[in-house]
C-alpha cells in the first residue's frame, strides 16, 4: 500500500461516521477493557467512551507534533504547579466537534451520554484560580494555533477532598489515579534524571577554565506522562506533559536477601514521594523540603526537556530564546532559573555571559499575588544541602545583579538589601520573586490594578532599575468551558440570538446589548436561569438535604478559604439579616439563599474555623421556623471544577469582596458574570476592569478602594471604633463571641471575633462592613424587579469580551512570547509521520 493510499482521509458520510464511532467504543469496551455488555461497569462504559474520544485526538495530535516538526516554529512552555483541568471528557467532545456523534451513538446503544459524563472525576492537579488559569491557558493556546505545552507534575494525591463532619473540615485523600487516567499516555522514553544532594567539585579543564561538578547526588527519574489538548474547531492538539517520579534503583537485592523487606524498597518509596501529594503541608520541616524538591524536580525535568527538543533540530544555544519562550506561572517554578544557567554553563560549557542572555531572554515571570506566603522564600540552608550547586549560581547572580544596582544607584544601601536575592535576616533565605524578577525579560501582573501595585510597593525598585520589563496582562477564561460546556442551555440561547462567533470571538456576545430591552429574550433568559437554580437547587437537597428557594436569590461565594477574601464579612451580613428577620418575623423581606463552597489549606486554623462558622450559622438560620425559606445558609463540600460548572449557571448574585488591593486578579468574577450573574465587590483585581466594561450601573461596588485602605492603616486603624458606632455590628458580634451559634462550646468561635477586635482586623471587614450591609440592601432592592434585574444580567455577559482567555493569550504572544499561531493541516498534507513524539 503506498503511503498515499494509507494516509488518505477516506469520504465517509455521517452514518459511517457514526458507525466508526460505535465500533471504536465497543472494541475498547472489549479489547482494551476485556468487558462485555454483561461484565461491564458504569466505570468501564466511561473508561471505553474516553478512550473512544482520545482516538479521535489522537489523530490530530499526531498531526499538530508533525507539523511542529517540520515548520519548527518558536514554542512556549509554560510552566505552572497547577493545573486544574476539571473533567476532560465533555470539553473534549464539544472542542472536537463530536458532542452530537457521541450522544447519538450511546443512546443508540442503550446509554446516556450525560450520565458517563457525570461519571467522570476532576483530575487532581491543582486547587485554585492559579491551577485554573493555566488550564484556561491551555485551552486557548490551542484553540487559537499557538505551539504551545503545559508542564507540570502528575501528582498521585490531589489536595485533598473535603468532607464536612459536624460543621467542620476534614481532609481525605484524593486518590483521583486509583482507576487509571484515560486521557493520559506514558512516554517512558522521556526520562530525565534529576539530581538531589550531593557536592560540587571544582577543577580546571585542558584549556585551564574552571569546572564545576555536582557528584554524589541522590538521582531520582522524571518520567513524562502526556495528556492532548484539543482545541476548539481546529486541527491542532496541544501537550500538557505531566512528570511522575521514578526511582533509579527499584529494588535493592542484598537487603532483601538479609531479610529487611522494608530497606529493599525504601529507597524507592522515598523518591517517588516527589510526585505523591499535591501541596505537602509546610507547616512541619519534612513538608517544606519535599515541597522545595517538587519545584526543582518540575524545574530541572522541564529545562532539560526544553533543551533536548531544541536540540533535535539546533546545536547553536544562542538561537534557544529565538525558538522557545519559557513562562513561569508564579514563583514556584522559578528554580528554571538557576538550572537553565547550570545546564548551559555546566553541561554545555558555555561561558556566563552567554548563558544568562540566553536565560533571561527566554524566560517570563507572571506574578499573581502580592500576598507575603505566596511570594516563596527558600532557607539558604534548604540549597545548601539539596541543591549546592544552585546556590552557587544563585549567588553569583546576585553578586553581579548588586554590582549593577550600585552602578545605577550609588549609595542606597537601602535598595541593595531591596533587591538582593538573598534576605539577610536572622534565617538567610533566598527571595524566589525576586529571582525570578532579575531572570526574566518579562514580568507581568494579572489585572490592571495588581499590576500598579507590584510596580509601585512589591518591584518597585526592580520596576524603577528595568520599566521596561513590566506590563499587564489581565486574566481571562476560556468560554468554551465556562459557558458552552457549563451552560449549555444558556449558550443555546446566545447562539440562536446572535450566532455562535462568540465560541472563538467573545467581543461578539456585545451583539446582546439591544436583546437586553426585548421582552421575549429577557423572559426566555429568565427560564434559562430558572432551570439552572432547580437543577442546583436538586443536587443541594441532594447533598446537603436543605430545601432551598427557588425564587430566592441565589447569592454565591465559592472560592478558596482565606481572611483576604472575606467570607467572614459575607457571615457577618449573614447574621445580620437573620436579627432582622427574627426582630420583625411577619417584615416583608427579599428571601435569599446564600452559598458558600472553597476548600481551606488542611494547616489555616482561622479558615477552618470561618467553614465551621458558615455551618454553625446555617444549622440555626436553616431551622428557625421564624426564618422559614426567607433565609437559607448552604456550604457545598469539595470544591472543584465540576462543582463550580453546577454552582455559575444558576448564580444571581456573585461575591467579590476581598479587601481592596489584596486580589491580584480573580477569574470567579469573570465565570460568575459570564453566566449572567451581578457582582457585588470592592475595587479589587479585576473587579474594576469588569466594572468599565459592564458599566458602573451594573455592578454593585462598595467599600474602599486600595488608596484609602493604605491611607486607612497609616492614619491607624482602630476595629474598635467601627464595633461600637453601629449597634448591628456589635450585636452580630457578641452573639458570635457569646456562642449563640455554638452552644455546646461558647467560646467555640471567639478566636474569629478576636482577629477582628483584638488582633487589629488586618483586612478590614468592619471598616467596610456598613457599606457593604447598605450596598446588600440595593440588591435586594433590585431583585424585587426581575425584569431589570435581568437586564443588567444580560449586559453583564455582553460585557465580557474582554475577559477570554483568548484575548490574554493573543496579549502574551504578542508582546512577550513572541510568537505566532501555525496552522495544522491532516497528515496528508505530509505524506506520513517521519519523527518521534516529542
Known amino acids: ?183 493520559e499516555l506514558d512516554r517512558q522514553e522521556h526520562l530525565h534524571p534529576v539530581k538531589f544532594y550531593g557536592k560540587v567539585v571544582e577543577r580546571k579543564d585542558a584549556e585551564g577554565n574552571t569546572v564545576f561538578e555536582w557528584v554524589d547526588t541522590e538521582d531520582v527519574m522524571a518520567m513524562a506522562f502526556d495528556t492532548p489538548i484539543p482545541g476548539y474547531g481546529i486541527n491542532t492538539v496541544n501537550t500538557m506533559r505531566l512528570w511522575t517520579a521514578k526511582s533509579t534503583r527499584e529494588f535493592d537485592l542484598n537487603f532483601f536477601n538479609e531479610g529487611n523487606y522494608i530497606r529493599a524498597v525504601e529507597k524507592k518509596m522515598v523518591s517517588e514521594n516527589i510526585s505523591k501529594v499535591l501541596y505537602p503541608a509546610d507547616n512541619v520541616p519534612e513538608g517544606k523540603e519535599l515541597r522545595f524538591k517538587q519545584e526543582y524536580f518540575l524545574a530541572s525535568a522541564t529545562v532539560h526537556d526544553v533543551i533536548y527538543r531544541f536540540r533535535k533540530q539546533h546545536d547553536d544555544l544562542r538561537l534557544l530564546p529565538e525558538k522557545a519562550a519559557i513562562q513561569l506561572n508564579d514563583t514556584h517554578p522559578a528554580l528554571c532559573i538557576p538550572e537553565m544557567m547550570r545546564v548551559l554553563i555546566d553541561h554545555h560549557r558555555l561561558d556566563w555571559e552567554t548563558a544568562w542572555e540566553i536565560t533571561t531572554k527566554t524566560f517570563a515571570y507572571t506574578n499573581h499575588t502580592i500576598l507575603p506566603e505566596a511570594l516563596e522564600k527558600w532557607p539558604v540552608w534548604f540549597f545548601e544541602h539539596i541543591l549546592p550547586r544552585h546556590i552557587q549560581i544563585i549567588y553569583e547572580i546576585n553578586d553581579r545583579f548588586l554590582a549593577e544596582v550600585r552602578t545605577r544607584f550609588p549609595g542606597d544601601t537601602g535598595k541593595l538589601e531591596r533587591m538582593s536575592l538573598v534576605e539577610e535576616h536572622w534565617e538567610r533565605k533566598v527571595r524566589m520573586a525576586n529571582l525570578a524578577v532579575v531572570g526574566s525579560h518579562s514580568v507581568n501582573g494579572v489585572a490592571a490594578l495588581h499590576t500598579e501595585i507590584i510596580k509601585e510597593h512589591l518591584f518597585g525598585d526592580f520596576y524603577e532599575m528595568y520599566p521596561e520589563r513590566f506590563n499587564n496582562k489581565t486574566n481571562g477564561i476560556t468560554q468554551r468551558r465556562w459557558l458552552k460546556c457549563a451552560n449549555p442551555t444558556q449558550a443555546n440561547l446566545i447562539g440562536a440570538a446572535i450566532g455562535n462567533g462568540w465560541t472563538t470571538d467573545l467581543y461578539k456576545l456585545t451583539q446582546l446589548r439591544p436583546l437586553a430591552d426585548d421582552p421575549a429574550f429577557v423572559a426566555q433568559w429568565q427560564e434559562v436561569k430558572r432551570a439552572n437554580k432547580e437543577h442546583l437547587a436538586a443536587y443541594i437537597l441532594r447533598h446537603n438535604c436543605i430545601q432551598v428557594n427557588i425564587e430566592s436569590l441565589f447569592d454565591c461565594h465559592v472560592k478558596r478559604i482565606h481572611e483576604y477574601k472575606r467570607q467572614l464579612l459575607n457571615v457577618l451580613h449573614v447574621i445580620t439579616l437573620y436579627n432582622r428577620i427574627k426582630a420583625k418575623p411577619d417584615g416583608d423581606f427579599v428571601p435569599r439563599t446564600v452559598i458558600f463552597s472553597g476548600k481551606a489549606a488542611p494547616a489555616y486554623a482561622t479558615a477552618k474555623l470561618i467553614i465551621r462558622l458558615i455551618n454553625a450559622v446555617g444549622d440555626v438560620v436553616n431551622n428557625d421556623p421564624d426564618v422559614g425559606d426567607r433565609l437559607k445558609v448552604v456550604f457545598l463540600a469539595n470544591y472543584s471544577v465540576s462543582l463550580a460548572e453546577k454552582i455559575f449557571p444558576a448564580s444571581d448574585l456573585s461575591e467579590q469582596i476581598s479587601t481592596a488591593g489584596t486580589e491580584a486578579s480573580g477569574t470567579g468574577n469573570m465565570k460568575f458574570a459570564l453566566n449572567g450573574a451581578l457582582t457585588i465587590g470592592t475595587l479589587d483585581g479585576a473587579n474594576i476592569e469588569i466594572m468599565e466594561e459592564v458599566g458602573r450601573d451594573n455592578i454593585f461596588i462598595f467599600g474602599m478602594n486600595a488608596v484609602e485602605v493604605e491611607d486607612l492603616r497609616r492614619r491607624g486603624y482602630n476595629p474598635l471604633d467601627y464595633y461600637h458606632q453601629n449597634a448591628e455590628l456589635k450585636k452580630v458580634l457578641d452573639m458570635i463571641s457569646a456562642g ?13 471575633v478576636d482577629t477582628l477586635l483584638i488582633q487589629g482586623d488586618h483586612y478590614m471587614l468592619l471598616a467596610d462592613y ?56 491532516p497528515v496528508l498534507e505530509y505524506r506520513q509521520r517521519d519523527v518521534t513524539l516529542d
Request: with cysteine; charged share 25%; proline share 3%.
Open 1 to 183: 500500500m503506498t503511503d498515499e493510499a494509507l494516509f488518505a482521509a477516506p469520504e465517509s458520510t455521517e452514518l459511517d461516521s457514526l458507525m466508526l464511532t460505535i465500533k471504536s467504543f465497543l472494541e475498547h469496551l472489549e479489547y482494551t477493557l476485556g468487558k462485555d455488555k454483561y461484565s461491564s461497569t458504569h466505570h468501564d462504559i466511561f473508561n471505553a467512551l474516553a478512550y473512544a474520544v482520545r482516538d479521535r485526538m489522537v489523530e490530530r495530535w499526531l498531526d499538530t507534533q508533525q507539523a511542529y516538526y517540520n515548520e519548527n516554529p518558536k514554542r512556549i512552555y509554560y510552566v505552572s504547579m497547577e493545573f486544574l483541568m476539571g473533567r476532560t471528557l465533555e470539553n473534549s467532545l464539544v472542542n472536537l466537534g463530536l458532542l452530537g456523534e457521541f450522544r447519538e451513538a450511546m443512546n443508540s446503544l442503550g446509554y446516556d451520554l450525560d450520565e458517563f459524563m457525570e461519571q467522570e472525576q476532576d483530575a487532581g492537579l491543582g486547587n485554585g484560580g492559579l491551577g485554573r488559569l493555566a488550564a484556561c491557558f491551555l485551552d486557548s493556546m490551542a484553540t487559537m494555533g499557538i505551539p504551545g505545552y503545559g508542564y507540570g507534575i502528575r501528582y498521585e494525591y490531589g489536595i485533598f477532598r473535603q468532607s464536612i463532619v459536624d460543621g467542620a473540615q476534614v481532609e481525605i485523600p484524593d486518590n483521583w489515579l486509583r482507576y487509571r487516567n484515560p486521557w
Open 740 to 752: 449563640h451559634f455554638s452552644p455546646g462550646n461558647r467560646d467555640l468561635f471567639r478566636p474569629l
Open 770 to 825: 456598613a457599606s457593604y450591609v447598605a450596598c446588600q440592601e440595593e440588591v435586594s432592592r433590585l431583585y424585587l424587579d426581575r425584569n431589570q434585574w435581568t437586564r443588567k444580567a444580560i449586559l453583564n455577559c455582553a460585557g465580557m469580551g474582554k475577559f477570554s482567555s483568548d484575548r490574554t493569550i493573543a496579549d502574551y504572544a504578542r508582546e512577550i512570547w513572541g510568537v505566532k499561531p501555525l496552522e495544522v493541516h
